[in-house]
């Protein structure tokens, strides 16, 4: 089998009054993300390692951010989108493992959540998505409440075929 590793990387500006997007999850908390599409920093990281892992360049390649079509879009549409070019590649899901850094909200009892619904996108089983979060102890941009970011790592497969 051929296998590919991806990494992907997102943060976003949280600014109050906006709705707050995580993991295909909305999030309850006094602050959301800025952003031309939802901001959904989980979802837009696993992207880019889907991307990068294909060999398809970037989440910003796909979607730019000065596309009025993907203004406000559901980050769940754009990973939806996203796996459907890795598929064309001939690849699928092995695993995937990411992280989140925000000082606040705790999102532990969210991570269930956001696992299947990455998930159910990615036509995979909960257990190849692992979802963790930690804080920075207070310290940088998101220690300061100031923004959020995600990293993903993901490896894909290809099934033998020849494409």
Request: aromatic share 8%.
């Given at each position: 089998?051929n ?5 992907g ?6 600014q109050?009054?906006?709705?707050f ?9 006094v602050?959301g ?9 989980l979802?837009?990281?696993v ?7 294909a060999?398809?360049?970037d989440?910003?390649?796909h ?6 079509s993907?203004?406000?879009i559901?980050?769940?549409i ?16 092995g695993?995937i ?11 532990k ?7 299947n ?7 995979t ?8 979060a ?6 940088g941009?998101?220690?300061r ?9 993901v490896?894909l497969?290809?099934?033998?075929k020849i494409?």
């Amino acid at each position: 089998m051929n296998f590919r590793i991806g990494i992907g990387y997102d943060v976003h500006v949280l600014q109050p009054g906006l709705d707050f997007w995580l993991g295909g999850v909305k999030i309850n908390h006094v602050k959301g993300c800025v952003a031309h599409s939802d901001g959904d920093v989980l979802i837009h990281a696993v992207c880019d390692a889907l991307l990068g892992a294909a060999g398809l360049r970037d989440i910003g390649f796909h979607f730019p951010d000065n596309d009025n079509s993907y203004k406000g879009i559901d980050s769940k549409i754009l990973l939806a989108k996203t796996y459907e070019l890795v598929k064309s590649k001939g690849y699928f899901i092995g695993n995937i493992d990411t992280v989140i850094s925000l000082q606040k909200p705790k999102v532990k009892d969210y991570i269930p959540e956001m696992q299947n619904a990455i998930a159910a996108i990615l036509e995979t089983d909960t257990d190849n998505i692992s979802v963790k979060a930690t804080t920075t102890e207070g310290l940088g941009f998101e220690g300061r409440e100031e923004g959020v970011s995600a990293q993903a790592v993901v490896i894909l497969y290809r099934d033998g075929k020849i494409y």
